[in-house]
DNA sequence: CGCATAACGCACTATCTAGTTACTTCTTAA
DNA sequence: TTAAGAAGTAACTAGATAGTGCGTTATGCG
């Protein structure tokens, strides 16, 4: 790819030797990838800076402070994941196979995005002191909670799922499943003796996560 | 109770104007906390050495590097919680009894040191590189997923649980619905707009959790 | 074109931070 | 009792680190 800026066209968009909105887009992904490999205290707004190939002063102006990028990043990660769920398009599937399909794509989302997971940490290290300040987060969250209590109740009334079951406890169990793997994977291969990330050994747990949860819902 | 140390008797030891053990023991205790709180990059050595009262100097001597530090930490969190497992005596139990300690246990654990919770994300942000180096650990581990597989075979002939089941994902389930539910406590109570660490839901994440791992073992 | 504005960059500061140097004070074994 | 080693301390260093002040250059609008 050529990096040279030029006016010429450019996937539909005019290439520019300055460009607000692009810069901040690089900003905001190495922002993302140093967050996620350092946890908010351990990342460098240098560090961060050199590989967006941006200048330092642009993050201050831009986004304000350290803690004002990590903000942005969270955010863009939690709408990023809640936007992917809802083009499950779950209602359209029976009851079992709808959550079949919300475990499988949790567990694969988690292994495409291990920052995710990474950010998520790092926020509740800090109290989810910036999480607690977005409303779109908590916009998303109540859609994302509808959805699974939707899938619950269509799955009770068709007589495939017991009664009674919290949605969010549901909820909780199948992100839990697939989420304590991913982030204690090298701890993990440690304790147990093998390599967790290993193709085989992935596709075992993912198997085990369905299973479990189908048990766990059934009538 | 009386800081000032002095040469009398103290529960079977002496006190002493200088103690290397208890030094230590201080600088343990205030490095678990700090790494706890602020991760392995945010913990800072002037603060642990305040916190322990020692002269930071003293965590050179002992631990030779902040890393070294952590090192020691981490495997004595480790260690305390598989020790607290083996105390439990499952094998003296019905196989349903031992598994439901278990889960028990695992979640009061988590609930009662959140430390070790932070610790092994700040481990895993590192990629387990200090639990590498621990046969401590390992030893400790190995006889943790025997323990478990114990519990499991009994529970296959007592004809109560079924066959076939990985004792490492069942240990992993295990852990991971309880430790999931502590770690992310702060986003989580956000995201399901209630207070996750309120009484009353604990109790029931903790039954709902007892439920989940019956249910999956369950012939 | 030309000018106002937004994008960008350099070089700086004040403070912090892991680790060290060189020293003093206490403990204990012979 | 005393000497040698262990425990403990204060003050320091060299390099980071978040955040800024201020000047420069491109852009696009009239």
Same mark, same amino acid.
């Given at each position: 790819?050529?990096?040279?800026?030029?006016?010429?066209?450019?996937?539909?968009?005019?290439?520019?030797?300055?460009?607000?909105?692009?810069?901040?887009?690089?900003?905001?992904?190495?922002?993302?990838?140093?967050?996620?490999?350092?946890?908010?205290?351990? #990342?460098?707004?240098?560090?961060?800076?050199?590989? #967006?190939?941006?200048?330092?002063?642009?993050?201050?102006?831009? &986004?304000?402070?350290?803690?004002?990028?990590?903000?942005?990043?969270?955010?863009? #990660?939690?709408?990023?994941?809640?936007?992917?769920?809802?083009?499950?398009?779950?209602?359209?599937?029976?009851?079992?196979?709808?959550?079949?399909?919300?475990?499988?794509?949790?567990?694969?989302?988690?292994?495409?995005?291990?920052?995710?997971?990474?950010?998520?940490?790092?926020?509740?290290?800090?109290?989810?002191?910036?999480?607690?300040?977005?409303?779109?987060?908590?916009?998303?969250?109540?859609?994302?909670?509808?959805?699974?209590?939707?899938?619950?109740?269509?799955?009770?009334?068709?007589?495939?799922?017991?009664?009674?079951?919290?949605? #969010?406890?549901?909820?909780?169990?199948?992100?839990?499943?697939?989420?304590?793997?991913?982030?204690?994977? &090298?701890?993990?291969?440690?304790?147990?003796?093998?390599?967790?990330?290993?193709?085989?050994?992935?596709?075992?747990?993912?198997? &085990?996560?369905?299973?479990?949860?189908?048990?766990?819902?059934?009538?």
């Amino acid at each position: 790819m050529d990096a040279t800026p030029d006016k010429s066209k450019n996937g539909g968009k005019k290439r520019r030797l300055r460009d607000a909105e692009a810069t901040k887009l690089r900003i905001l992904e190495a922002a993302k990838s140093d967050f996620a490999k350092n946890g908010l205290g351990g #990342a460098r707004v240098d560090v961060i800076a050199a590989k #967006a190939k941006a200048n330092k002063r642009m993050i201050y102006h831009y &986004f304000g402070s350290k803690d004002g990028l990590f903000q942005t990043v969270i955010e863009n #990660a939690y709408l990023d994941i809640r936007s992917a769920e809802q083009k499950l398009h779950l209602d359209d599937l029976e009851p079992r196979e709808a959550l079949e399909r919300l475990v499988r794509f949790t567990w694969q989302y988690y292994l495409k995005n291990p920052e995710f997971i990474t950010l998520v940490n790092s926020e509740n290290l800090h109290r989810a002191k910036h999480v607690k300040k977005s409303e779109l987060i908590k916009t998303a969250s109540r859609k994302f909670v509808a959805m699974v209590s939707s899938i619950l109740e269509r799955g009770v009334r068709s007589g495939d799922f017991r009664a009674g079951i919290d949605p #969010a406890q549901l909820n909780i169990t199948i992100a839990a499943i697939g989420y304590y793997y991913i982030t204690n994977r &090298f701890t993990g291969s440690i304790i147990f003796e093998r390599d967790l990330m290993d193709k085989n050994a992935l596709n075992e747990r993912l198997e &085990f996560n369905i299973d479990t949860i189908i048990r766990l819902v059934s009538a």
